[in-house]
């Protein structure tokens, strides 16, 4: 099984802006959806973005116009560019992806899961 794990987390000022990487062990060609998730402190976890093989990308709401997810499939490497940070977007980050895309309960069902990584935004 291909283990996802992030990097890129870290503190930074309001404003500010971060890359989070995602780095497969192997190929990611075969995912044909992935995405990035967040958990906050006493907070339910959160699907930030998605990004399809065919390159379409959904957000949610309160991120919108922030961040951009995209993926290098030569690389194997799932990004997610965060821009304008603000301190509510301080959670633990992590990738996620499905070799297809399968609906459970009305959300997307993802099989592989990194460990995830901080992303601390101070006010």
């Known amino acids: 099984q291909v283990q996802l794990v992030e990097s890129g987390g870290g503190l930074v000022e309001t404003g500010g802006s971060l890359r989070l990487s995602c780095a497969a062990s192997?190929?990611?060609?075969?995912?044909?959806?992935m995405a990035w998730y967040r958990q906050a402190p006493g907070k339910e976890r959160e699907r930030v973005a998605v990004?399809?093989?065919?390159?379409?990308?959904n957000y949610a709401d309160s991120v919108k116009g922030r961040f951009t997810i995209s993926r290098d499939n030569a690389k194997n490497t799932l990004y997610l560019q965060m821009n304008s940070l603000k301190p509510e977007d301080t959670a633990v980050y992590y990738c996620?992806?499905?070799?297809?895309?399968?609906?459970?309960?009305?959300?997307?069902?993802?099989?592989?899961w990194g460990q995830g990584t901080q992303v601390t935004v101070s006010s």
């Open positions: 192997g190929s990611i060609f075969s995912f044909n959806i």
């Open positions: 996620a992806a499905n070799s297809v895309i399968q609906i459970v309960a009305g959300n997307p069902y993802f099989g592989s």
């Open positions: 990004i399809t093989s065919d390159g379409d990308t």
